[in-house]
């Protein structure tokens, strides 16, 4: 048998298309599901996310509440649902501040020269020293607690690794074969930048953006469990969160369920990130 039938059936297996994988279509159907969730709750639920009944209070999940009821007699898949919105809302914010600021910053420090990369980098070094959530606590001790507030200090935690990551690209970009022939046909270095530096340096960090949303919708979370965040009665998961730790003995459908979406959303988020990385870069992420 000779090489190239040796070959063939490989080389027809590479050819063709793969099937997703089922557990990045749950991811997907689910991100779909919650985005629709987002845009329109009530499409899901006749009920007020913040009317109180005191005689329906704490009542386990059944027919009427499909999650049961909080202290105040709210419906908690209601609240679930209608929280969504705040929770995506917050994280998509702290995360695109990240994105912008990091991409700024790290383009600024590959191409403003050594004592500008000196200096931003160092300053993000003393950033990556703190534990993220411990620097967005310290964020919110100067600025105050807050929605906007918040979704900054979660940006300023992470915004340090994509200023190294875009930091990274630009550096090797900038010194790649088609980026000096185009200095050497004299085309001028704003020019260069723009088309050729920038373009190049951003597509890593596009990739790397869902799983940092992921990770930005934990830490607002946690921020807003902490009593940080948007404030009651206007439901979002972090505080729902916080509402149901003190009666989850006696009431654990009041904070299991908020807990619960958020885990699937981090989790769907970062599976479809995964694949994407996967997708664009040929290696998963470790």
């Known amino acids: 048998m000779t090489a190239p039938d040796i070959a063939a059936p490989e080389t027809a297996a590479a050819l063709r298309p793969r099937m997703p994988r089922p557990a990045l279509v749950a991811a997907a159907a689910v991100l779909a599901l919650i985005v629709v969730v987002a845009i329109a709750p009530g499409l899901f639920t006749d009920f007020s996310p913040t009317a109180t009944d005191m005689?329906?209070?704490?009542?386990?999940?059944?027919?009427?509440?499909?999650?049961?009821?909080?202290?105040?007699?709210?419906?908690?898949?209601?609240?679930?649902?209608?929280?969504?919105?705040?929770?995506?809302?917050?994280?998509?914010?702290?995360?695109?501040?990240?994105?912008?600021?990091?991409?700024?910053?790290?383009?600024?420090?590959?191409?403003?020269?050594?004592?500008?990369?000196?200096?931003?980098?160092?300053?993000?070094?003393?950033?990556?020293?703190?534990?993220?959530?411990?620097?967005?606590?310290?964020?919110?001790?100067?600025?105050?607690?807050?929605?906007?507030?918040?979704?900054?200090?979660?940006?300023?935690?992470?915004?340090?690794?994509?200023?190294?990551?875009?930091?990274?690209?630009?550096?090797?970009?900038?010194?790649?074969?088609?980026?000096?022939?185009?200095?050497?046909?004299?085309?001028?270095?704003?020019?260069?930048?723009?088309?050729?530096?920038?373009?190049?340096?951003?597509?890593?960090?596009?990739?790397?953006?869902?799983?940092?949303?992921?990770?930005?919708?934990?830490y607002s979370s946690a921020l807003s469990f902490l009593g940080l965040g948007l404030q009651p009665p206007t439901p979002e998961w972090g505080a729902m969160l916080s509402e149901g730790k003190s009666i989850l003995a006696a009431a654990w459908w009041v904070g299991v369920f908020p807990g619960i979406a958020v885990t699937c959303t981090v989790i769907a988020v970062n599976v479809v990130g995964r694949a994407v990385r996967t997708r664009f870069t040929g290696r998963g992420v470790a």
């Open 55 to 218: 005689r329906q209070a704490l009542v386990a999940p059944g027919g009427a509440h499909w999650f049961g009821t909080d202290q105040l007699g709210r419906d908690v898949f209601t609240r679930v649902l209608y929280g969504t919105r705040p929770a995506i809302l917050l994280a998509v914010t702290a995360t695109a501040l990240a994105v912008a600021i990091g991409t700024l910053t790290g383009l600024l420090a590959a191409l403003g020269g050594p004592i500008a990369d000196q200096i931003l980098m160092r300053g993000a070094d003393v950033l990556l020293a703190l534990p993220p959530l411990l620097l967005a606590l310290l964020v919110i001790a100067a600025l105050g607690p807050g929605t906007g507030n918040v979704a900054v200090a979660v940006a300023i935690a992470f915004l340090p690794l994509y200023a190294r990551l875009v930091r990274s690209e630009a550096l090797l970009v900038r010194r790649s074969g088609y980026v000096e022939s185009a200095t050497g046909l004299g085309i001028p270095r704003p020019v260069v930048i723009v088309r050729h530096v920038v373009p190049n340096a951003l597509g890593p960090l596009l990739v790397m953006a869902p799983l940092g949303f992921g990770t930005s919708m934990l």
